[in-house]
T-cell receptor, first 114, second 110 residues
Framework: DAGITQSPRHKVTETGTPVTLRCHQT?????MYWYRQDPGHGLRLIHY???????DKGEVSDGYSVSRSKTEDFLLTLESATSSQTSVYFC?????????????FGPGTRLTVT | DAKTTQPPSMDCAEGRAANLPCNHS???????VYWYRQIHSQGPQYIIH???NNETNEMASLIITEDRKSSTLILPHATLRDTAVYYC???????????FGTGTRLTIIP
């Protein structure tokens, strides 16, 4: 299995509080992705990174920011959590642009915003 | 990227071949077909991909029709652990992103 960990695995937080989720990889892959998964919507891309300090928005980026200061870490921040951000969040990695179809996913973080 | 259509659910008997169809009638010449699956509560798992030739690996076979408008993922000897949601995705080679649909929920029946 690809070396991808996510932390925390579960989190309950209150509306209006900031939350940061961490994705850590040991594969030295260039691309990293954050998805959210909700019933009826499948997986939707939030943000992705194509290198250190290089990031871009996905289809559901509003309310989220990301940072990548090192190859191995990709952080997802909810500046002020809302109940609509209750979801399961998955991180993924891929080796290169040409191999971006072969993504390897982490175990997920279940976030509940009350 | 072209849109895909999959049946929402399928059943297959344990030990039999599971054949999962996918329609992608608007696929263009430089778009690949990818298959992933997601076992309950886990992250999606890459299975296989192809352009126009049939492909096989240790997990599955991918059959793409000659006109490339549809494909079939084959799990040759399904086990209970193959129960999952299977996603068919069409992606341009140069696109850095995947777009997941709602997939096919495959249930393997003992």
């Amino acid at each position: 299995d690809a070396g991808i960990t996510q932390s925390p695995r579960h989190k309950v937080t209150e509306t209006g509080t900031p939350v940061t989720l961490r994705c850590h990889q040991t594969e030295n892959h260039r691309y990293m992705y954050w998805y959210r998964q909700d019933p009826g919507h499948g997986l939707r891309l939030i943000h992705y990174s194509y290198g250190v300090k290089d990031t871009d928005k996905g289809e559901v980026s509003d309310g989220y920011s990301v940072s990548r200061s090192k190859t191995e870490d990709f952080l997802l921040t909810l500046e002020s959590a809302t109940s609509s951000q209750t979801s399961v969040y998955f991180c993924a990695i891929s080796e290169s642009e040409g191999l971006a179809g072969e993504q390897y996913f982490g175990p997920g973080t279940r976030l509940t915003v009350t | 990227d072209a849109k895909t259509t999959q049946p929402p659910s399928m059943d297959c008997a344990e030990g039999r071949a599971a054949n999962l169809p996918c329609n992608h009638s608007t696929i263009s010449g430089n778009e690949y077909v990818y298959w992933y699956r997601q076992i309950h509560s886990q992250g999606p798992q890459y299975i296989i991909h192809g352009l126009k030739n049939n492909e096989t690996n240790e997990m599955a076979s991918l059959i793409i029709t000659e006109d490339r408008k549809s494909s079939t993922l084959i799990l040759p000897h399904a086990t209970l652990r193959d129960t999952a949601v299977y996603y068919c995705i069409v992606k341009n080679f140069g696109n850095e992103k995947l777009t997941f649909g709602t997939g096919t929920r495959l249930t393997i029946i003992p």
